[in-house]
Protein backbone atom coordinates (compact mmCIF):
# COMPACT_ATOMS: atom_id res chain seq x y z
CA UNK A 1 0.00 0.00 0.00
CA UNK A 2 1.29 3.63 -0.56
CA UNK A 3 -0.35 6.42 1.09
CA UNK A 4 -0.36 10.16 -0.87
CA UNK A 5 -1.11 13.17 1.41
CA UNK A 6 -1.33 16.21 -0.82
CA UNK A 7 -0.69 19.96 1.00
CA UNK A 8 -0.48 23.28 -0.38
CA UNK A 9 -3.78 24.55 -1.85
CA UNK A 10 -5.53 27.52 -1.43
CA UNK A 11 -7.25 31.00 -2.91
CA UNK A 12 -5.15 32.73 -5.09
CA UNK A 13 -5.48 35.71 -7.60
CA UNK A 14 -5.16 34.81 -11.21
CA UNK A 15 -1.93 35.78 -12.13
CA UNK A 16 -0.17 34.20 -9.02
CA UNK A 17 1.71 31.27 -8.08
CA UNK A 18 1.21 28.31 -5.96
CA UNK A 19 3.14 25.59 -4.92
CA UNK A 20 1.60 21.78 -4.41
CA UNK A 21 3.66 19.34 -2.37
CA UNK A 22 2.89 15.77 -2.30
CA UNK A 23 4.11 13.41 0.30
CA UNK A 24 4.39 9.59 -0.20
CA UNK A 25 4.47 6.89 2.40
CA UNK A 26 4.02 2.85 2.60
CA UNK A 27 5.14 0.86 -0.27
CA UNK A 28 7.25 4.05 -1.95
CA UNK A 29 9.50 1.65 -4.15
CA UNK A 30 6.85 0.07 -5.69
CA UNK A 31 5.94 3.37 -7.86
CA UNK A 32 7.11 3.60 -11.27
CA UNK A 33 5.68 7.40 -11.94
CA UNK A 34 4.08 10.20 -10.14
CA UNK A 35 1.38 12.56 -11.41
CA UNK A 36 -0.98 14.86 -10.59
CA UNK A 37 -4.75 15.22 -11.73
CA UNK A 38 -7.41 17.44 -11.04
CA UNK A 39 -10.71 18.05 -11.27
CA UNK A 40 -12.81 20.94 -11.59
CA UNK A 41 -16.80 21.15 -10.81
CA UNK A 42 -19.03 19.39 -13.27
CA UNK A 43 -15.90 18.00 -15.46
CA UNK A 44 -13.71 14.68 -15.70
CA UNK A 45 -10.96 14.24 -13.50
CA UNK A 46 -7.72 15.23 -16.02
CA UNK A 47 -4.12 14.48 -16.11
CA UNK A 48 -2.05 18.05 -15.09
CA UNK A 49 1.62 16.60 -15.17
CA UNK A 50 3.40 13.01 -14.70
CA UNK A 51 6.90 12.27 -13.54
CA UNK A 52 8.54 9.13 -13.93
CA UNK A 53 11.01 7.40 -11.60
CA UNK A 54 14.20 8.15 -13.80
CA UNK A 55 12.63 11.72 -13.83
CA UNK A 56 11.04 12.25 -17.58
CA UNK A 57 8.21 14.50 -17.11
CA UNK A 58 4.73 15.13 -19.06
CA UNK A 59 2.15 17.71 -19.14
CA UNK A 60 -1.18 18.61 -20.55
CA UNK A 61 -1.03 21.23 -23.38
CA UNK A 62 -2.84 23.94 -21.42
CA UNK A 63 -0.13 23.54 -18.45
CA UNK A 64 2.62 23.55 -20.40
CA UNK A 65 5.23 26.48 -19.93
CA UNK A 66 2.97 27.12 -16.82
CA UNK A 67 3.71 24.36 -14.82
CA UNK A 68 6.52 22.27 -13.50
CA UNK A 69 6.43 18.83 -11.81
CA UNK A 70 9.54 17.24 -9.75
CA UNK A 71 10.76 14.95 -7.34
CA UNK A 72 12.54 14.76 -4.20
CA UNK A 73 13.12 11.12 -4.18
CA UNK A 74 14.86 11.65 -0.62
CA UNK A 75 11.68 13.11 0.84
CA UNK A 76 9.92 10.77 -1.24
CA UNK A 77 7.62 13.92 -1.82
CA UNK A 78 6.46 15.65 -5.69
CA UNK A 79 5.63 18.92 -5.93
CA UNK A 80 3.94 20.72 -8.55
CA UNK A 81 4.92 24.43 -8.77
CA UNK A 82 2.06 26.25 -10.60
CA UNK A 83 2.58 30.09 -12.46
CA UNK A 84 0.01 32.21 -13.87
CA UNK A 85 -2.73 30.75 -12.66
CA UNK A 86 -5.90 31.19 -14.68
CA UNK A 87 -9.67 31.56 -13.06
CA UNK A 88 -10.13 27.80 -15.29
CA UNK A 89 -7.46 26.62 -12.82
CA UNK A 90 -9.71 26.01 -9.99
CA UNK A 91 -10.24 22.75 -9.44
CA UNK A 92 -9.52 19.91 -7.09
CA UNK A 93 -5.92 18.80 -6.96
CA UNK A 94 -5.10 15.26 -6.80
CA UNK A 95 -1.83 13.20 -6.40
CA UNK A 96 -1.41 10.11 -7.75
CA UNK A 97 0.73 6.87 -7.97
CA UNK A 98 1.42 4.67 -11.37
CA UNK A 99 2.42 1.13 -10.62
CA UNK A 100 2.67 -0.76 -14.03
CA UNK A 101 -0.16 0.76 -16.06
CA UNK A 102 -1.97 1.21 -13.20
CA UNK A 103 -2.71 4.89 -11.48
CA UNK A 104 -3.92 2.84 -7.98
CA UNK A 105 -2.81 5.31 -5.23
CA UNK A 106 -4.56 8.53 -4.64
CA UNK A 107 -4.49 11.52 -2.51
CA UNK A 108 -7.30 13.41 -0.86
CA UNK A 109 -6.75 16.17 -3.11
CA UNK A 110 -6.57 19.51 -2.06
CA UNK A 111 -8.29 22.61 -3.19
CA UNK A 112 -6.85 25.08 -5.28
CA UNK A 113 -9.20 28.35 -6.20
CA UNK A 114 -8.28 30.93 -8.41
CA UNK A 115 -10.06 34.46 -7.99
CA UNK A 116 -10.75 36.33 -11.17
Known amino acids: QVQLVESGGGLVQAGGSLRLSCAAS????????MGWYRQAPGKQRELVAT???????NYADSMKGRFTISRDNAKNTVYLQMRSLKFEDTAVYYC??????????WGQGTQVTVSS
Open 96 to 105: AGKRGLRWDS
Open 26 to 33: GRTFSIDA
Open 51 to 57: ITSGGST
